[in-house]
């Protein structure tokens, strides 16, 4: 991955964590903030298992029901986004990265009302925290 690649909508974070380790403190910190966590899925593993070679690479995927059905009720096709996700993975030249879709964009593509946004805003802090290297 180059540093600059942009994707449209998607927040690309650098890490000096393993991608294994930043999965586990998403999920650790999504239970400290009350979020549930629905599945982890690991691309890698699921290659590997398959007979096949990937980079580590994994997803969480996550969500509050109060917060997230409120946007479901108000434009149903924002279900296709829901529950939230947060992705991890390693480039070819080794460092990892982690990557979620930015609240704005979820929005701007289902245009629901905006004041619905504080719903899902929490992800992109949840994202830097679980990529952040301890003070």
Do not use: C
Request: avoid cysteine.
């Amino acid at each position: 991955m180059i540093a600059n690649a942009a994707v449209d909508g998607l927040r690309i974070l650098p890490t000096q964590r393993a991608v294994a380790d930043v999965l586990q403190r998403v999920q650790s910190l999504a239970r400290a903030r009350g979020l549930t966590v629905f599945a982890q899925i690991d691309f890698s593993g699921d290659a590997e298992r398959s007979g096949l070679t990937l980079r580590p690479t994994g997803l969480v995927i996550l969500g509050n029901p109060k917060g997230g059905t409120p946007l479901i009720v108000a434009r149903p096709t924002v279900a296709i986004d829901l529950p939230l996700k947060i992705l991890a993975w390693q480039d070819a030249e080794g460092h990892a990265w982690v990557a979620y879709n930015e609240p704005e964009y979820v929005q701007a593509r289902h245009r629901f009302p905006p004041e619905l946004l504080r719903n899902i805003a929490a992800l992109g802090a949840l994202a830097e925290a679980a990529a952040a290297q301890d003070p």
